[in-house]
């Protein structure tokens, strides 16, 4: 089921788990560019938490961002992009969402930071 994020029927239950129409909600949601329409971001949720894939774009098309989630905790490696395309950010999560590694370059594509941390 994919949803879109201005659907009334989408809310937050007490453990701040997203829901729709009242029951933890399983299947994307999709965010549009008011003015153009264009989907700007995409997520996926299992039983109200965030579990999957993330997806971001810029209004142009571009590719902003991309992670994962699995039951609302980031894992595996996340991507930010400049809005020329370059790769901004990337960032490693381990165990329990903890950041493992930071690398960020600036929109010309100079190192400007390469971290490792304790899992």
């Excluded at 994962?68 to 490696?77: A, D, F, W």
């Excluded at 370059?86 to 493992?100: D, F, S």
Aim: hydrophobic fraction near 30%; aromatic fraction near 8%.
């Amino acid at each position: 089921m994919r949803i879109d994020l201005d659907d009334p029927g989408l809310g937050t239950g007490l453990d701040l788990s997203l829901t729709y129409q009242g029951r933890l909600f399983t299947g994307e949601t999709v965010e549009k560019n008011a003015r153009t329409g264009q989907v700007v971001a995409m997520t996926t949720y299992v039983e109200g938490l965030e579990d999957g894939p993330l997806r971001e774009w810029y209004a142009d098309g571009t590719e902003r961002a991309e992670g994962q989630c699995r039951k609302g905790i980031p894992y595996g490696r996340w991507r930010e992009r400049h809005p020329n395309g370059r790769l901004a950010v990337e960032k490693e999560y381990g165990t329990h969402g903890r950041v493992r590694s930071v690398k960020a370059w600036s929109e010309s594509g100079e190192p400007i930071d390469d971290r490792t941390f304790d899992a």
